[in-house]
């Protein structure tokens, strides 16, 4: 049998491990500048693109999209051809990949501080950079594709299927959740409202942490730990069992983020079934690959990436145990809105795809390179320094959550014991300082893995492609009478798994989210619900552009001490105009759903001008700058027209005369506020975000008295 000498194109790979390692040290460098934000207002540094609301989905999207996926690229671009034995299909193809996906990453860094937000979380880059992200993906895709058409090994190995699942799964979540329609080029309206949008958003949300997160760092685990320690995988059957499980399963999760909310009970209800039957697969594979390093580990534990991988996988365990658990119901009320889910997150992030990315490094970087890693012992050092900074995060967290979730719901004598909701959150703020700490312990250990790269990568010089060789697919042997028939099959497995994989994804999200689409019976009806007013509406979008949302939610649970906190209940019907939902995911601050006509005018003016002034414990920065700076009214119409696209009875009428009805009702807040002392233009942003914080809440509350008065004069 002939074999083809060809090389792999390893300078993707190369520029892929650099990319990961400078986007890493940035978005990890955004994450302490934040964790001290929470305590320090000052570190805010009063600008506008500096602060909490706008740099925290940046520290997110900088980790989970520029760290995390060009790791994840890294792995895929060396392992694929490896394991496929060929080229990748196309150098041109592989490149547009690079500079677009980093060009991506550029944009968001630009856009997200600058305020241009659509507000949904890990999907917040606006309509522009999502169709740029669909067209970058459309072209790895082809390109991988395209590789495994052309590839000169028959089989396709487990992490290749991870690889596909990941591939086809971020297309579809992609897709589906960022589906708008664009008012101008730096702002749009999501396509679903309320209740449909928070379970889009959410069913997007958890399987960006399954196939962003987890399924490709599995196949990469899949590939680097035998190649690590020489062995096989411990069971090719468990990993078969892991991998159709996971991909069916994980689709099904994501409505336990949304426990006790307004959406329908049977949804909530599904999200914890799914969310326990998780566990298997994930366990199962985990314990696949340790007992693939046990095998090794006399040999091979002084390696770096064993240590790294090792602990990967304990913090994979844990994650996959701790979600489910988290999604019970009596275990969410306490959890939810708290630093215990932020713990959770940061113990995967941190421990689990950051620990398995080094793991990956410490060993591809000396092989591709073709060296040996520079000095050994400060890869250790790099490991122990971010295993405390890890424990040092993540333990505070825990118990700053659990102690935040308990007093909150304390009564005493039938009254709130902590009616004030910053009466408890100052309580948890040493927790907060320890967090820093241990996030700039963490960080201080990726600049020393870092450097230890970059060295080894330095001192290793040019290094050409590897070279290799191989039977070309079309000249390996088969028994035609009886593999004749499956041998096109086989040429075409790339596609069936694609094809299967697509399947085994979509069916959970089609049966979790068509019926409530395509059904409005799921919202109780609110006849006296408005949609908001275009002042209200230009200060809903200020709103968003803040990004109040990271700290604030509006949504106010059924529990006995939410209500007597902060006014009745939250019902879907309520949201029926807000697109998109701004239901939150952390209580940084109290939830503000009830918030309409609860303060006057200029109490709201002089909490954003110095938040102490009304809120002495407050760590909120101030806004002061919204007095200064006037409304933008240039496309109010605009934003009308759209609204009414999607469903918002606004009139003809109302859409043309859009700017007089803001100006009219601009200028009676500033009326009211000039009475009252405050020097202020009618047209300042600062009017436009007071007329949308009044108005929250106000047509449920009027909703609600009407019924109590229908149920009295029953009586």
């Known amino acids: 049998m002939s074999l083809e000498r060809f090389r792999y194109n390893d300078d993707i790979v190369k520029k892929f491990i650099i990319a990961t390692i400078i986007w890493g040290i940035v978005g990890m460098l955004v994450g302490v500048i934040i964790a001290i934000q929470l305590f320090f207002r000052p570190f805010n ?22 760290f995390c996926l060009n790791g994840v690229f890294a792995g895929i671009y060396h392992s694929s051809q490896r394991l496929l034995k060929t080229r990748m299909y196309s150098d041109f193809l592989s490149k547009v990949h690079f500079w677009g996906w980093q060009l991506i990453i550029v944009l968001a860094a630009i856009t997200l501080p600058l305020g241009l937000s659509t507000s949904k979380e890990y999907a917040e880059l606006e309509w522009p950079i999502a169709i740029l992200i669909t067209l970058v993906w459309v072209v790895f895709a082809i390109n991988y594709f395209m590789t495994i058409a052309v590839r000169r090994e028959k089989v396709l190995y487990v992490s290749i299927w991870f690889y596909i699942a990941t591939i086809i799964s971020i297309a579809l979540l992609h897709i589906v959740n960022h589906i708008s329609l664009p008012v101008s080029l730096f702002k749009s309206y999501s396509a679903y409202s ?7 958003q959410w069913w997007y949300g958890h399987n960006a942490v399954a196939f962003v997160l987890t399924t490709p760092f599995l196949g990469m685990g899949y590939y680097y730990i035998p190649k690590l320690v020489n062995r096989p995988i411990y069971s090719y059957r468990l990993s078969i069992l892991h991998f159709w499980s996971l991909i069916f399963i994980y689709m099904w999760a994501g409505p336990h983020h949304l426990q006790y909310t307004a959406l329908p009970e049977w949804l ?6 799914f969310s326990v039957m998780l566990i298997a697969p994930s366990w199962g594979g985990g314990i696949n690959f340790i007992l693939t390093i046990k095998s090794a580990w006399k040999e091979m534990k002084d390696h770096p990436s064993i240590k790294f991988f090792l602990a990967a996988i304990i913090f994979y365990l844990i994650a996959t145990l701790e979600g489910p658990i988290l999604s019970f119901k009596d275990i969410n009320r306490v959890a939810h809105y708290t630093d215990w889910i932020i713990a959770h997150v940061h113990g995967g992030a941190l421990g689990w795809n950051g620990y398995l990315i080094f793991a990956m490094l ?11 890693l520079y000095r050994k012992e400060l890869a250790n050092v ?10 040092v995060y993540t333990i505070p967290m825990w118990i700053a959550g659990a102690y935040l979730g308990i007093v909150r719901e304390s009564i005493t004598d039938g009254v709130l014991t902590y009616p004030n909701y910053m009466e408890m959150a100052k309580t948890i703020l040493p927790y907060h300082y320890i967090r820093a700490i241990g996030g700039s312990l963490y960080l201080i250990g990726f600049i020393i893995g870092a450097y230890i790269l970059f060295k080894t990568i330095r001192l290793a010089g040019k290094v050409p492609d590897t070279e290799a060789e ?7 042997e088969h028994n035609k009478t009886t593999f004749g028939s499956l041998q096109k099959a086989a040429e075409n497995l790339g596609l069936v798994m694609g094809m299967l994989s697509l399947i085994a994804v979509s069916v959970g999200g089609i049966i979790q989210i068509l019926p409530i689409l395509i059904s409005h019976s799921t919202e109780e009806r609110i006849p006296t619900l408005k949609p ?8 809903r979008d200020i709103y968003i552009r803040e990004g109040c949302s990271n700290c604030h939610s509006q949504m106010v649970r059924t529990f006995k001490e939410e209500v007597m906190r902060y006014g009745p209940y939250s019902k879907a019907g309520e949201f029926e105009y807000d697109f998109p939902h701004l239901w939150g995911s952390k209580q940084t601050g109290p939830d503000l759903h009830r918030l309409g006509k609860k303060y006057g005018d200029l109490w709201h003016y002089n909490h954003m001008m110095d938040p102490t002034t009304m809120t002495p414990d407050s760590t909120m920065p101030k806004y002061d700058w919204l007095a200064k700076d006037l409304l933008n009214t240039s496309y109010t119409s ?11 009875p606004y009139s003809a009428e109302e859409i043309e005369n859009a700017n007089a009805l803001l100006n009219k009702q601009a200028e009676e807040i500033q009326k009211g506020l000039v009475s009252q002392g405050v020097n202020i233009s009618s047209q300042s942003e600062m009017i436009a975000l007071i007329a949308y914080l009044q108005r929250l809440g106000v047509d449920g509350n009027t909703f609600e008295q009407s019924q109590k008065n229908k149920e009295e004069s029953k009586k």
């Open 638 to 648: 605009d934003k009308l027209k759209v609204m009414a696209k999607l469903g918002v």
């Open 382 to 391: 790099h490991f122990w320094v971010s295993l405390i900074g890890i424990l």
């Open 532 to 539: 908001y007013s275009p002042l209200e509406l230009e200060g």
């Open 470 to 476: 191989a039977a070309p697919f079309s000249n390996i």
């Open 45 to 66: 540094f009063d600008l506008p693109w500096l602060t909490f609301g706008r740099l925290r989905p940046l520290h997110t999207n900088a980790i989970i999209f520029a």
């Open 268 to 273: 909530q209800s599904l999200g914890v079934v």
């Open 194 to 200: 309320g209740v449909r949008d928070a379970l889009v």
């Open 362 to 372: 410490y060993w591809l970087v000396p092989n591709i390179y073709k060296t040996t």
